[in-house]
């Protein structure tokens, strides 16, 4: 260990990189961008180096409610962002496979679905269900990290497990969303109509995110028999000398598309009893290059 001068900096490091999982978890969940949770963490550790650390009686703690408040603030400001983004916005997915609940204690409000829902939620509620639901917080934590009354967490957290809940069915198991995501993408390449209709539920939604940067719709396409032409539409163009490798994203089984090398496409789905509800592609070339640094290490 150092001494003089330099103790007290190695001590915090130790400190801040022993919460930093849990600190990139929730900001991650608040944002949905690599980058953007990234920065937060960065801020986090400055305020942590500049603060009286000996005062601090619980450092995980005060870490914690410094990047939530943080992370707030910065949802704000990407939601204005987002209002001039082209085309549906999707969040940047995460590798999962060695932390599958992203430093949290339980996997919640990491699904790619999931953050979509929850980007309709004010930052102040979204902050409070991803403190509930991910990393267990009791009422009265959230009440502190957010500085209102414990009746007001709660409340907080109600409205939006309503919004999540309205907006989603019960989701199906790993391996049936596994399964559903094989047989999707043999229908898709094949551009099999039938095969598709059967797995897609009545209502399926596929967003497809470009971010004006790629070729890629610009608004969601809805319904059963819109979906499985679309995807039918293009299947000849887009899988043609493409490569597919199975990855964890966000707790679920995605697959990575590679044409010559370069990721063009990230696609996942979420599913219920119904089927397959929602179809998503990344093809922010921006959203890919971590999940396919990842990928590249495997």
């Known amino acids: 260990m150092p001494t003089g001068p330099d103790t007290d900096l190695f001590l915090a ?17 608040m944002l949905g961008s690599v980058a953007e949770a990234e920065d937060v963490v960065q801020d986090a550790w400055l305020r942590w180096q500049a603060c009286d650390r000996a005062a601090v009686l619980n450092p995980p703690a005060f870490l914690s409610t410094t990047t939530t408040r943080l992370a707030i603030n910065a949802a704000q400001s990407a939601r204005a962002r987002r209002e001039t983004y082209v085309g549906p916005w999707l969040p940047e997915p995460v590798d999962t496979s060695a ?5 949290a204690e339980r996997g919640e409000a990491l699904e790619l679905a999931i953050l979509v829902l929850l980007e309709r939620l004010t930052p102040t509620e979204r902050a409070a269900y991803v403190l509930r639901e991910a990393f267990d917080y009791s009422y009265p934590e959230i009440a502190g990290v957010l500085q209102v009354k414990d009746a007001n967490a709660r409340q907080l957290v109600s409205r939006a497990r309503r919004h999540v809940t309205a907006g989603r069915r019960e989701s ?17 390449r094949k551009g099999d109509l039938a095969a598709l209709e059967e797995i897609l539920a009545a209502d399926v939604v596929s967003w497809s995110d470009g971010g004006g940067a790629v070729r890629a719709s610009r608004i969601p396409v809805v319904g059963r028999t819109h979906v499985s032409r679309f995807v039918a539409a293009f299947a ?11 990855v964890e994203t966000n707790g679920q089984a995605s697959v990575l598309v590679a044409r010559d090398g370069d990721a063009v496409a990230l696609v996942t789905l979420d599913a219920s009893a119904d089927g397959v509800d929602r179809l998503l592609w990344v093809m922010n070339p921006a959203k890919l290059r971590a999940i396919s640094a990842a990928v590249s290490q495997i």
């Open 13 to 29: 490091a130790a400190v801040f990189n022993g919460v930093r999982p849990r600190l990139f978890g929730i900001a991650y969940r």
């Open 99 to 103: 932390d599958p609940a992203l430093g």
């Open 172 to 188: 199906v198991g790993s391996a049936e969303q596994r399964r559903l995501l094989t047989a999707f993408l043999a229908a898709a």
């Open 236 to 246: 000849r163009t887009f899988w043609t000398d493409t490569a597919l490798t199975p």
